[in-house]
């Protein structure tokens, strides 16, 4: 099955840090765009990061640029979100899913595939 697996949520009190990793089963994340995603409860699926697959560009959503870093290593198969000066509203559910390129708008965010069930970021005092 061809599916991407999040890990490294958790509960962090505002000002913590979290980095997600987003890792590939069944298939190489090399030839694709990732994007991070997250679905706070009540509200829609947003874009939060997106990076090419060669690394060399990246795009962010403007609540976390300057806090947020996307990262990608080929050769582990993993693509990881550093996340830091972390914020109450920052708390949702985190996915990572596959594209040809940054489609980053809401409008595509149906376009994206090999949605993984996600993983929990909470910041609570």
């Known amino acids: 099955q061809l599916q991407l697996v999040e890990s490294g949520g958790g509960l962090v009190q505002p000002g913590g840090s979290l980095r997600l990793s987003c890792a590939a089963s069944?298939?190489?994340?090399?030839?694709?765009?990732i994007g991070w995603f997250r679905q706070a409860p009540g509200k829609e699926r947003e874009g939060v990061s997106c990076i090419t697959s060669s690394g060399g560009s990246t795009k962010y959503t403007d609540s976390v640029q300057g806090r947020f870093t996307i990262s990608r290593d080929n050769a582990e198969n993993t693509v990881y979100l550093q996340m830091d000066s972390l914020k109450p509203e920052d708390t949702a559910t985190y996915y990572c899913a596959a594209h040809d390129g940054c489609i980053f708008g809401r409008a595509y965010i149906s376009s994206w595939n090999y949605w993984g069930q996600g993983t929990q970021v909470t910041v609570s005092a």
């Open positions: 069944g298939f190489t994340l090399e030839h694709f765009a």
